[in-house]
């Protein structure tokens, strides 16, 4: 009995495992979307520019899906790279920027951005800022309590759709979380 043939069209994903990960993509591509959305209504209050990495700690995690994109992009950097020093993000080069902007997770799409987040048990809404976007770069601002909800980041919606891809491509199998640093390769 002959197999049935591929009908896919050519480049599309042929396993769950790169339909995931083409979907991280997509996902990546919307978020800096929203982001520069974002960014454009703040854009007299943002001072985040390439090389300001205030936001860009040690011990972020991300999902093992986020974390496979990023070894697929980076083998040699992963491999061979030195990690930057402890205290701020192993991504991170000599002068601040980011050594793997291309696939950056997605918290690093939105740091700096006023984010808000709602606590639904209590009816509450929450609202944070990086320190150094707090003051505005230019004229009066609003305090991050009266942007209006379009000027905010709300966090959620992009954190559940990186959990359903995470569980797509890992099952519970992978661990929920991976350290950044972590993917750097050990030297035994």
Not at 28 to 37: L, M
């Amino acid at each position: 009995m002959a197999s049935k043939p591929d009908t896919k069209a050519a480049g599309a994903p042929t396993n769950m495992a790169e339909l995931a990960k083409s979907e991280l993509a997509g996902l990546h591509a919307a978020i800096d979307t929203r982001a520069r959305e974002v960014a454009a209504k703040n854009k007299g209050r943002l001072h985040c520019e390439r090389g300001c990495s205030g936001c860009c700690v040690d011990d972020l995690t991300v999902f093992e899906v986020e974390a496979a994109r990023i070894r697929a992009a980076h083998p040699e950097l992963l491999k061979s790279g030195v990690p930057h020093a402890a205290g701020a993000c192993a991504f991170l080069d000599s002068e601040g920027a980011c050594r793997v902007y291309d696939v950056r997770p997605y918290v690093c799409r939105t740091q700096g951005l006023p984010l808000r987040w709602l606590e639904l048990e209590h009816g509450l809404e929450h609202r944070d800022i990086c320190v150094l976007n707090d003051e505005p770069v230019v004229g009066p601002w609003p305090t991050i309590v009266d942007l209006p909800i379009e000027a905010c980041w709300t966090l959620g919606p992009a954190e559940e759709r990186l959990s359903q891809l995470q569980r797509e491509l890992c099952g519970d199998e992978a661990p929920a979380r991976v350290k950044l640093r972590d993917l750097f390769s050990r030297l035994d």
